[in-house]
């Protein structure tokens, strides 16, 4: 069975419609979505219940602070999430993502490698993680990590079974602010202050587990819709 995690808040509710909007014809195996509530308002899934019933979902409510949104600590405890289910299969999807591809299409990618993810070119790790976390991940004079393009953080697929330890040490670096929000860092792309939060700590992880980014078109990003 296919897990598939979203979490959203209010902020972001209008992108969240569209993605789930994306759903049509392509969920094509058994699967379950897994809405995160991480601040929806009462009108949300009062629209979630009314209009999205197409669709086998629930709402988790799940324990977050102004802090778990700030440093993106709250995608790292959606992955603990995945983890500890009992999914065959499970993927997080960010708010403005929209799915491109059939589950089953997913699952035969899968069969080439536990993990997929997509990288991010022409940005390298070296300039996309601050200095710390790569020295407490153990891979700052790594220069086959740090050439390499990042990873992004928005969509990645798990075989769940296949990729367990991957996984745990996503979350084993990812609820530890060293490597989550090093002292001085901040999510920008200029000065030595620069790092990307959970993008940085998957990134990193995936490379030290071997995992190669994948190019085919399962998903895809769109820019935000200011209303």
């Excluded at 969240?16 to 009108?43: E, H, N, P, T």
């Excluded at 940005?123 to 390499?148: P, R």
């Excluded at 928005?154 to 075989?159: K, M, Q, R």
């Amino acid at each position: 069975m296919f897990g598939i995690y979203l979490p959203v808040d209010e902020g972001y509710f209008l992108h969240f419609q569209g993605l789930l909007y994306s759903f049509k014809d392509l969920l094509d195996v058994d699967y379950k979505i897994i809405i995160v509530d991480i601040g929806l308002s009462v009108r949300n899934t009062e629209i979630l219940y009314k209009h999205f019933n197409w669709l086998n979902f629930e709402i988790l409510k799940i324990d977050w602070t102004s802090d778990d949104k700030k440093t993106y600590r709250f995608k790292v405890k959606v992955i603990e999430l995945m983890l500890n289910s009992s999914f065959d299969y499970t993927m997080l999807l960010d708010s403005k993502n929209h799915l491109k591809a059939k589950l089953s299409f997913i699952i035969s990618l899968l069969e080439k490698s536990p993990v997929l993810i997509q990288d991010i070119s022409p940005y390298l790790e070296k300039d996309w993680t601050h200095k710390t976390a790569l020295e407490f991940m153990g891979v700052s004079e790594n220069e086959k990590i740090l050439n390499s393009n990042q990873y992004q953080s928005n969509n990645p697929v798990f075989d769940r079974l296949k990729s367990i330890d991957i996984m745990k040490d996503i979350v084993k670096f990812g609820m530890n602010d060293t490597a989550l929000c090093p002292l001085g860092s901040k999510k920008s792309f200029e000065g030595e202050s620069r790092h990307r939060q959970d993008q940085s700590v998957i990134s990193v992880v995936l490379k030290l587990h071997n995992i190669k980014p994948t190019y085919e078109v399962y998903s895809n990003y769109h820019n935000t819709i200011h209303t």
